[in-house]
């Protein structure tokens, strides 16, 4: 059986479990956006207080920070999670940046302490970018839990528009071969050269051709939002692997 490469969306050349005569369907394997979420969460609840704390803390806190966020009604309003959970989000989050901003530095060392086999540095670049959804170069309590929410909890066609913007990287609304290229390349770096089986250097460009014959369906170089959200959609392996994690926090 193939094992997966990591990518963020599957690989659209594969034929799904259930069509493989005599192949038993299985629940599809992590992908590496998912790892992605496991790693934030883990990072920020590791800081979290005891959940035994008064929660008006949390309430009180949100004024002492320098970086004042949106008030907990607020972000329980714009985002899928609990005022119980957005506390313990809080706690450490504030704990870890008590600035009340991440830079991309910090970011770098969160995926250098969960990927220590490569070099996370790219990635965690491309990553903290569509985090940073005003690209001020810091990201505010708000932009982190609402990305969350959307990663861990928001609709398959949610979380497809994130993925979408992690990989226009220069923002102008379409996706070239050559960013497509550079986030696939970042993360087989990130994954390192120690993974099974063995990944070979023309893997990522194969990826990401396969991808463009299947989304450009104009043939002009580019991928638009359309394209790429009505191709993912119709794929079942893309399908399957955006449900994994919806409500793990």
């Not at 993360?187 to 194969?206: K, N």
Request: proline content about 4%; hydrophobic content about 35%.
């Amino acid at each position: 059986m193939k094992v997966s490469d990591g990518s963020l969306l599957g690989d659209p050349g594969d034929t799904p479990l259930s069509k493989k005569q005599g192949v038993k369907w299985q629940r599809p394997r992590l992908t590496r956006q998912a790892v992605m979420r496991c790693c934030l969460v883990k990072w920020i609840l590791s800081s979290a207080a005891p959940q035994g704390s008064d929660t008006s803390d949390s309430e009180l806190e949100l004024s002492m920070v320098r970086h004042q966020p949106e008030g907990l009604e607020q972000l329980q309003a714009q985002t899928k999670f609990t005022k119980m959970e957005l506390q313990s989000l809080y706690r450490g989050f504030k704990n870890e940046c008590p600035s009340g901003l991440v830079d991309e530095d910090t970011f770098k060392l969160i995926y250098a302490q969960f990927f220590p086999q490569g070099d996370a540095t790219t990635y965690a670049h491309f990553l903290f970018n569509a985090f940073d959804a005003d690209g001020n170069g810091a990201i505010c309590f708000e932009d982190f839990v609402v990305g969350l929410s959307i990663l861990l909890r928001g609709t398959v066609q949610e979380k497809l528009k994130w993925a979408f913007n992690l990989y226009d990287i220069n923002k102008d609304g379409y996706i070239t071969k050559e960013e497509m290229l550079a986030i696939m390349k970042s993360i087989y770096d990130m994954m390192g050269r120690h993974t099974y089986p063995l990944l070979r250097e023309d893997a990522p460009l194969e990826h990401v051709e396969r991808f463009f014959q299947k989304m450009d369906r104009n043939q002009d170089g580019v991928v638009t939002i359309d394209e790429f959200l009505e191709t993912c959609q119709k794929d079942e392996n893309i399908m399957s692997s955006m449900q994994l994690f919806e409500n793990v926090i």
